[in-house]
Each structure stands twice: as structure tokens, then as C-alpha cells.
């Protein structure tokens, strides 16, 4: 039977009699019967029926090495209807001392399927639940779902949160259990299958999921807390370590003492001795710039209208607590990073201010910053990160840096990316318009503080497109935008002034083209590059360059007209090209890339840089785990929390060892709410502290040390 395809006729008891479209029942893979088709591929099932521990009969079927081994059910006749039907349920046990991974499978006779892929973990016999239709964790608001398996009224659980396809459930005709391609042997333990109206399981999975302090309900971590006396006496007992780690030895912007020959200019800036890239304190000391992004007292928000049910205990929209509750929308078509989120409009509760209020009464937001800034200079960072309170740079204790978010009702150029939004287009004088303005606002009462580090200008643009051939994204869109795209008009006259007349454009880029008109059109199909047609990736290398100094030059006059003293930080590069980071380095004091990798050098191009000679600044980097309550493990994942602060040590560690970077910025400061931020729907566990506001305390301190190395 191993390596081979079985056939059994069996009888499904309803779900699948021997007729067309029959209707559902029960199927025991453990006691197959006459008029139904079981097929093993390179599937073998084993030893006798055996019986768990709650009596249910389960049969052992191991899974042989081959790429798709797989059991599939089939009706004898026709197909099942299954229209009135909601979940397929599957009894299962994993034989294995680890996790195997299942794929489920449904079929219909038209040739459409649903697809789920779950890790069933070793263990216990439990209920596999298939939702009958697609279904994520954004349709729930949320980028990442529950952990699995979960206890669904004293029954194991484990959902597949994710299904992709499409099914019509009239006419199933077929269900397939798969391992994907094992090395070796894997069994599995069945037993009944059968399908259940409703979504009992779905709505069951996400039910009270959240406590009234917005942490996890159905685990345990120890900065949990229980009761309000219990999250104050954890933030009094902090107060006292904190009162013990302050530092010392540091000029009045966190300079170091030891470093000689570098120029005092009363700003922050940046210098070049014996090879290596520094930022300066305006007194003159060596900086390496250590932040943390996202400082906010607000950063717990998360929708709740439409989906109560997942919130336990949630505090009255009224009296003291009206203040945390609010009202947004965050839908927006353009924008790839909210794709499918649901829930993503009307009233939110703020779940981290409202454990500040509860910490601190009134005054909590005072209250926090003092705490907060308390917390940066004790775990040893020296630096405000973006998109963080206004006001802890001005009270003076710590650099800060600016965003300048340029927004406005400017033309914009799709390539193919677009993760944030399509690109803004440089070349609309909309776009000077728009940039002088926000230059204005964000400089204007901050161009003679000293404390300000500098500038960043937006945030991860989409400055390349997807797969092998993204480099040239911006290009290809820029061509097939419509005929008013400032960008594309502007690249149709460089063509122009090459090639002159179309029909030696035509010839360098292997087209046909009859006109220059044939160009100017909305949707115009722009060739790939080739290597028998080298001038097409010269052409779109000529306009990368070309579009990325518009930005950049745009920008960087105008902070310079604004205020000449302080650093232009560069774009905080996600995606980029060499034409975009050249021309960077050209328009910019320090060049700023997000990098989510194990290691510095494997979030950008190290030695180009180093040949561009201009000096780097980690943007963003994090590393995540599940071990705390948000669902999410972050960009860069690790297995738990202490691996996040020997991953921390060796990030920062590797990038102050490089002479081209001159700081690292964390993200974030907070835990992402459970059930998704308000933007996007993001719940990863990435803080340095909790939605409690509690820190993590073996994390902090193995970041306290890391960054004490590196900063004394």
C-alpha cells in the first residue's frame, strides 16, 4: 500500500450517498464504509483503530515522503450539497513529537477550491474547524489571528484563520488532506469529518479575546496584570530602578567625552575622521544615534464598533472614560498595506491611555512623558525616534528628530509596489507647493533648537516595484500613466531629446511605434528590460535617476531655505533603487534605510554605500515574538522574548561597528493593540513596553546593556 494509490468504496452516511448532490453528514476516517471514494496517494494507513482518551475512534494514517502525499474523499456518485452548510470539522491528533503541517483542501465540480494550510501541533486529539468560505484575520480587523488551538467550550480548537478561494458549496466534489512534501514519514490520527451550519468555531476563535486592560485573555506572561493595585504596584516598583540607572559621563546631548577632534558648531551635524562616519553633538562630541519610534501616549487605539464581542469588560463611552473613545476611518483603496482589513472605520477605544489614566489619574499624560524619557536615558537610548510626542523633545533631555509628511492633492505615479500609496510625483508643481508647506509647519518652531537631530522626509516610498524586475517599477508606471502625469510628460521628452524620432526608439527598445503619440497614452505597456535590448534599461536607469533627484532636491531646498542649520535624514528607504539611494547621498546629509534583517548589511547595499561615502541611519529595525499577547511576531521574528534581546545586542552591535552608520532607531516603543492598530491592523508583540505600559524586563535590560556598549 505505501507509495501507491488505494482505492475504497465507502459509504458517507449523508454526506455522500451515491447521488448527485446529496446531503451532509457524517464521515469517520476511522471506520470507512461502502459507497463513498477514499484514496490514498502515497498516503498509508496503519495499525488498527485505535481509541483516545475521550472513546472517539481515530485511525493512524502516515504520510510518505513525496511532494504531495495525500488522502482524498470523494463522493460515489455526483457531488455533496453542502449550500446550507458553514465549517467542515475534522477530527485529528498529530502522532509526532512536533508540529506537521496539514493542507485541507475542498473541491467543486466547476474546478474552483478552498485552501487552508494549519500546524497541527503534537499533542492532544482535537477538532480541526475549515471555514466554508475565505476567510483571514484581516476580515477580523487584524493582521495575525489567535493562536491555535484554542479551548471552545472544554473542546480543543484549531481553526484554519486563514482560507483562501472560492467554493460553490451545491456541488463539492471532493476533499483533499495533504502533507506538503515530507522528508520523512508523518502521521496523523483521523477520525469523524462531518460538516455544521453557522460559524460557530469563526466567531467562537475571536469571542473575548481582549481584557479590559487590552491584553491577550487566554495566556500568560509575566508582566500580566490582573487588577488595577496590581498594574500600579508594578509601575511603583519600576520607579525605584529607574531612580539607580541614569547616566553618566555624557556632554548635555548624550556625546561622548572620549572622542577628540571633532568640530563644535553649536548643531548637530556630521563629520568624517580616521575613516569613519560620525554624527556630532553641537558641543562636538561623538554621537551614535540610539532611538526609539513612536513615543506616543495614544498608541493603543483600536476599532471596536462591529466586533464587541472580542472585548471583555470594555469601559462606558461615558463620564471619565468618554476621553478614551473616539471615531476614525481608515479606508483607503491606494493603499496595499490595508488591503482586506475590515473593521477598519468608526469607534475605537484607546487601551494603553486608559491604563495611563488608571496609573496616574489626571495627570497621566505628564506623567508618562517624565516616565518615558526616564525609561530612554536608564535603558540607555539617546534619541527620540519619529512619529513620537512633541513634547518630550522639548523638554530638553533628549535629540529629537522631525518627520515631514508631504501631503497634498498632487499627481502620483503607481510602481507596482505601493505598499503605503503610490509615489508622489516630483515633477507636479503641486508637489512644491505641497513640500514647501509641510516644511514650513514642521521647521517652524524647531529651526533654532539645538536638540533637533534633523529631518526625515516621509516614510518608505515606493520607489520599486515586486518581483526580478522591480527595479524598473517606477519607470514602467511612470509610462503607463495617463496623459496629464506631469512625470510622464516628462518622461516622454527625455526620450524625445535621445531618440528624436520615434522610429529610433522603436528600434532601441525592440517596439513597435509609430508615433510619438503611440506613447502618450494612459495604460501605454512599457517593454521589459532585455539583453537584446540594453537601451531600455539605460533609458529607465536615466529616468529613475532623473525622478529621484526631483524629489530630493525638491526637499532638501526647501528645509534648507527654512532652516540651514539641521540635518535632511534622507527617506527612510524600505524599498529603493541604486538610481533612488544615489541621488540620496547627492541631496541629503545621511542616508536613512528601514531595515527589517538579522543584520544591518542584509537590509540595504553596504558597499554601495560605502563607495557613495555618505553616512547611514537605520530608520526602523525590531525583532517580534508571540509570547506576550499580540498575536504578530513582528517583520523579523525570533522564537521568543529572550531571543529578542540577543537579537537586539547583535543588531546593534554589528551596526556601530560599521564606520558608515551613524545610529539605529527602534520600532517600536509600544506593543501593537491585540486587535490591530487603527492604520492597518498591525498586532505584533515589538515593544520595549506593553499596552500596561509595562516594561519587559529581561528585554529592556539585555537592551540596556547592548546599547551602553556601544554609546560609552
Given amino acids: 500500500m505505501k507509495h501507491a494509490a488505494v482505492i475504497w468504496a465507502l459509504c458517507l452516511l449523508g454526506l455522500g450517498a451515491c447521488h448527485a448532490a446529496a446531503a451532509p453528514g457524517v464521515f469517520d476516517l476511522a471506520d470507512p464504509a461502502a459507497g463513498t471514494r477514499l484514496t490514498l496517494d502515497h498516503v498509508q ?39 446550507t452548510q458553514g465549517e467542515l470539522r475534522l477530527r485529528v491528533q498529530n502522532a509526532m513529537a512536533w508540529a506537521v503541517t496539514l493542507v485541507v483542501e475542498v473541491d467543486d465540480a466547476g474546478g474552483q477550491q478552498l485552501h487552508a494550510t494549519v500546524g497541527v ?15 483571514s484575520p484581516r476580515g477580523e480587523g487584524m493582521q495575525a489571528g489567535p493562536p491555535m488551538p484554542f479551548d471552545d467550550r472544554g473542546q480543543p480548537t484549531l481553526l484554519a484563520t486563514t482560507v483562501q478561494g472560492t467554493l460553490d458549496l451545491h456541488k463539492v466534489s471532493a476533499i483533499r488532506l495533504g502533507v506538503p512534501a515530507p522528508q520523512a514519514a508523518q502521521t496523523l490520527l483521523f477520525g469523524r469529518l462531518d460538516v455544521a451550519p453557522g460559524a460557530a468555531a469563526l466567531h467562537d476563535a475571536y469571542a473575548g479575546i481582549v481584557d479590559r486592560y487590552g491584553q491577550f485573555t487566554r495566556s500568560q506572561w509575566p508582566e500580566k496584570v490582573d487588577s488595577d493595585a496590581a498594574l500600579r504596584a508594578a509601575h511603583a516598583a519600576e520607579k525605584a530602578i529607574l531612580a539607580r540607572a541614569m547616566p553618566t559621563g555624557l556632554d548635555a546631548y548624550g556625546g561622548r567625552l572620549d572622542v577628540h577632534g571633532l568640530n563644535r558648531t553649536g548643531w548637530f551635524h556630521v563629520q568624517k575622521t580616521d575613516g569613519r562616519w560620525r554624527l556630532v553633538t553641537p558641543d562636538g562630541h561623538a554621537f551614535f544615534s540610539l532611538g526609539v519610534n513612536a513615543m506616543v501616549a ?101 535629540p ?89 510628460q516628462a518622461f516622454i521628452a527625455m526620450l524625445r531629446k535621445k531618440y528624436v524620432a520615434p522610429e529610433t526608439l522603436s528600434a532601441a527598445w525592440g517596439i513597435a511605434l509609430g508615433s510619438w503619440d503611440a506613447v502618450n497614452v494612459a495604460g501605454f505597456a512599457a517593454p521589459a528590460p532585455n539583453e537584446a535590448h540594453p537601451a531600455i534599461a539605460a533609458d529607465y536607469g536615466a529616468w529613475l535617476r532623473r525622478y529621484a533627484d526631483a524629489y530630493f532636491r525638491t526637499v532638501a531646498e526647501a528645509i534648507h531655505r527654512h532652516d540651514p542649520h539641521h540635518l ?18 547627492q541631496y541629503c546629509d545621511v542616508v536613512s534605510f528601514n531595515v527589517y534583517a538579522d543584520l544591518p548589511q ?56 560599521n564606520p558608515d552608520i551613524v545610529g539605529a532607531h527602534w520600532f517600536q516603543y509600544t506593543d501593537q493593540p491585540v486587535t490591530g492598530r487603527l492604520l492597518d491592523g498591525e498586532n505584533s508583540h515589538i515593544g520595549l513596553v506593553g499596552i500596561t505600559d509595562i516594561p519587559f524586563g529581561g528585554f529592556v535590560e539585555a537592551v540596556r546593556v547592548a546599547n551602553n556598549a556601544v554609546s560609552h
Fill in 45 to 83: 494507513r496503519t495499525g488498527a483503530v485505535e481509541r483516545a482518551s475521550d472513546s472517539v475512534a481515530q485511525q493512524r494514517y502516515a504520510f510518505q515522503p513525496a511532494p504531495h502525499p495525500q488522502i482524498v474523499i470523494m463522493p460515489a456518485h455526483g457531488a455533496w450539497d453542502w449550500s
Fill in 121 to 135: 501541533p503534537a499533542g492532544p486529539a482535537q477538532t480541526l474547524v475549515v471555514p466554508l468560505h475565505a476567510t
Fill in 298 to 398: 495614544d498608541g493603543g487605539r483600536s476599532y471596536v464598533e462591529g466586533r464587541e464581542s472580542m472585548f471583555r469588560d470594555l469601559p462606558p463611552a461615558r463620564g471619565e472614560w468618554a476621553v478614551f473613545y473616539g471615531s476614525g476611518d481608515n479606508r483607503n483603496k491606494d493603499q496595499r498595506a490595508s488591503a482586506g482589513i475590515d473593521y477598519n472605520h468608526g469607534r475605537w477605544f484607546d487601551f494603553y491611555a486608559a491604563n495611563l489614566y488608571r496609573v496616574d489619574g489626571g495627570n497621566w499624560q505628564d506623567a508618562w512623558r517624565a516616565r518615558t524619557l526616564d525609561r530612554l536615558q536608564a535603558w540607555g537610548f539617546n534619541t527620540i525616534g519619529n512619529w513620537s510626542d512633541d513634547a518630550l523633545g522639548r523638554a530638553h533631555r533628549l
Fill in 400 to 488: 529629537y528628530t522631525r518627520s515631514i509628511n508631504i501631503a497634498g492633492d498632487y499627481a502620483n505615479v503607481a510602481s507596482g509596489y505601493d505598499y503605503w500609496g503610490r509615489m508622489p510625483d516630483p515633477f507636479d508643481p503641486r508637489f512644491v507647493q505641497a513640500t514647501e508647506a509641510a516644511v514650513t509647519k514642521a521647521s517652524a518652531d524647531v529651526r533654532d533648537d539645538p536638540y533637533l537631530l534633523g529631518y526625515f522626509a516621509d516614510n518608505e516610498l515606493a520607489w520599486a516595484g515586486n518581483g526580478p524586475q522591480g527595479r524598473w517599477g517606477l519607470a514602467v508606471g511612470t509610462l503607463a500613466g495617463d496623459t496629464k502625469s506631469p512625470a510622464k
Fill in 568 to 585: 535632511f535624514l534622507g527617506g527612510r528607504f524600505a524599498v529603493n533603487t541604486p538610481e533612488a539611494v544615489a541621488a540620496c547621498a
Fill in 602 to 657: 542584509h537590509g540595504f547595499d553596504a558597499a554601495a554605500m560605502h563607495q557613495l561615502d555618505k553616512p547611514v541611519l537605520i530608520g526602523e529595525f525590531h525583532f517580534g515574538s508571540d509570547d506576550r499577547g499580540p498575536f504578530g511576531k513582528g517583520v523579523v521574528s525570533v522564537w521568543n522574548e529572550q531571543q529578542r534581546g540577543e537579537a537586539y545586542a547583535r543588531f546593534i552591535a554589528t551596526a556601530a561597528s
